[in-house]
T-cell receptor
Framework: AQRVTQPEKLLSVFKGAPVELKCNYS??????LFWYVQYSRQRLQLLLR??SRESIKGFTADLNKGETSFHLKKPFAQEEDSAMYYC??????????FGTGTRLTVIP | SAVISQKPSRDICQRGTSLTIQCQVD?????MFWYRQQPGQSLTLIAT?????????ESGFVIDKFPISRPNLTFSTLTVSNMSPEDSSIYLC??????????FGPGTRLTVT
């Protein structure tokens, strides 16, 4: 069975500080991982996916198969980054399995 | 990309009644999904809505409680049947050409009294 763990429900950082949102997974197949974000009063939206190896809004995430992790990082947090972040795993059935989410607050 | 709309955006229902939630996509998509997000919890997949055939339900969810229709490639409905307070949740529709890239609706906030 698959599992996605986001150990921090809440995370607060100061503006300009580095931020790392942790995500660990457990999956018997070849993992495809995503980060989704939900800003206040907006719908859930895709932030980035590991296969693209892209940087979106300054965020990056590297898949570490040895540590079964997919942590989301940004070197300098901005106030507009405050949101709910979900790590998600795509299963073989083409379903997304979500972690419990981390609410990030960037303090001005 | 795809734009997803849901109706109603919220509702307050009495125990024992049923509510049907509609999901409309602005383009033809291969896959449509229904999720539940209970208060303080993450999103849990209820089922995959299949066009022209019965939905595929996840463990813990059954057709009698959550009947789903998908008459075409742009529309689906989820019915929450015989509701109890435990069904109070946000119900989300998502759609995409694959599970790989899903677009989410704004959600339907259901309160059962």
């Amino acid at each position: 069975a698959q599992r996605v763990t986001q150990p921090e429900k809440l995370l607060s950082v100061f503006k300009g500080a580095p931020v790392e949102l942790k995500c660990n997974y457990s999956y018997s197949g070849s993992p495809e991982l995503f980060w989704y974000v939900q800003y206040s009063r907006q719908r859930l939206q895709l932030l980035l996916r590991h296969i693209s190896r892209e940087s979106i809004k300054g965020f990056t995430a590297d898949l570490n198969k040895g540590e079964t992790s997919f942590h989301l990082k940004k070197p300098f947090a901005q106030e507009e980054d405050s949101a709910m972040y979900y790590c998600a795993l795509l299963t073989g059935a083409n379903n997304l399995f979500f972690g419990t989410g981390t609410r990030l607050t960037v303090i001005p | 990309s795809a734009v997803i709309s849901q109706k109603p955006s919220r509702d307050i229902c009495q125990r024992g009644t049923s509510l049907t939630i509609q999901c409309q996509v602005d383009s033809q998509v291969t896959m449509m999904f229904w999720y539940r997000q209970q208060p303080g919890q993450s999103l849990t997949l209820i089922a995959t809505a299949n066009q022209g055939s019965e939905a595929t339900y996840e463990s813990g969810f059954v057709i009698d409680k959550f009947p789903i229709s998908r008459p075409n490639l742009t529309f689906s409905t989820l019915t929450v049947s015989n509701m109890s307070p435990e069904d109070s949740s946000i119900y989300l529709c998502s759609a995409g050409v694959s599970g790989y890239e899903q677009y989410f609706g704004p959600g339907t906030r259901l309160t059962v009294t």
